[in-house]
């Protein structure tokens, strides 16, 4: 894949969470002309600061780009960004969506690109605002190639890797796929530390040991200094990994499909999020389990 700029796109940026933020500082960091719209204004102000232009609706950005990247929280905010920016955008403009959200409204968003003559790329993504800020962004893309091959400098000033997994819905269902499996370690680290603090073996010890083995993820070196810390501030939090596990059985009820472990999840999930733990990053289901724990010993 070639990794060179296109001067002549004028970027849009729609979303500025904590993800779509550090996006945005990405492609201004990367001498992109970008705009930049949120529902809460305010957080686009420090973007304004580093050359950012602010849009005060999705439409007057639509209308005033060749690209437009999103970056939502769900399928609702989807939708209902990408009608107000079919309503707006040139007939050829490109949509890249970054967002976690179910195949079947990425499948209406497709239909809505498709009656304003618009390319519609579905780009969701693998790693958080650090990774983000470090270049080392993956992207599962699926959609036209000629949305790809548009697409592809400015992904690539983002981030380092891009899988396209096919034209249609794929990279949708690949993106839950793949926070089906970190949701479930996150769960499955938790019970192995208090497993071993219980049994003598320190936090430090495990993590490393862990690190090097078989299990040694990626995800566990994310994770292990924060959980040497006690520190769950979010980077993606219990409340958002319970919606994309929601999606995940979502769509395997609708495949005809059952996942007993991801049912599980779910439910422990929601019991950490009733627990005081939503806002937390979703390695509280450690804290959460060690309390549970201490409270089934106590006579």
């Known amino acids: 894949m070639s990794s060179g700029r ?5 970027l849009g940026l729609i979303g500025l969470g904590n993800m779509g933020t550090a996006i945005a500082e990405r492609l201004l960091a990367a001498g992109y002309e970008l705009s930049v719209h949120n529902r809460s204004p305010e957080k686009a102000e420090p973007l304004r600061a580093g050359g950012a232009t602010v849009c005060e609706t999705a439409r007057e950005l639509a209308g005033a780009v060749d690209i437009v990247l999103t970056s939502l929280a769900d399928d609702d905010a989807l939708e209902g960004v990408a009608a107000e920016v079919a309503s ?4 050829g403009t490109l949509l890249v969506d970054f967002s976690t959200v179910s195949p079947a409204a990425s499948a209406r968003v497709a239909a809505v690109a498709e009656g304003a003559s618009l390319l519609y790329l579905r780009a969701p993504v693998s790693g958080n605002p650090s990774v983000v800020r470090a270049g080392n962004l993956t992207f599962i893309t699926s959609g036209p190639p000629e949305a790809l091959e548009r697409a592809e400098s400015t992904l690539l000033a983002i981030g380092r890797t891009i899988h396209d997994v096919g034209e249609g ?5 690949v993106k839950l796929a793949i926070n089906l499996v970190i949701g479930g370690l996150a769960e499955l680290m938790a019970e192995a530390l208090v497993l071993s603090e219980t049994s003598g073996v320190s936090r430090a ?3 490393e040991t862990m690190g090097e083995s078989a ?6 070196q994310y994770k292990t200094e924060p959980l040497l810390r006690d ?3 979010a980077t993606f939090t219990t409340r958002l990994m319970e919606k994309d596990i929601d999606l995940v059985l979502a769509e395997a009820a609708s495949a005809g499909v059952l996942l007993p472990l991801g049912s599980e999840l779910k439910k422990r999930l929601r019991a950490a999020v009733d627990a005081g733990y939503g ?13 549970q724990s201490t409270e089934a010993v106590l006579p």
């Open 6 to 10: 296109d001067p002549r796109s004028a």
């Open 88 to 91: 707006a955008a040139k007939p």
């Open 169 to 173: 819905e794929q990279a949708r269902v």
């Open 205 to 207: 010890a495990l993590l």
């Open 215 to 220: 299990a040694g993820a990626p995800f566990v």
């Open 231 to 233: 520190d769950y501030a």
């Open 279 to 291: 806002d937390d990053d979703f390695m509280a289901l450690f804290p959460y389990l060690r309390d």
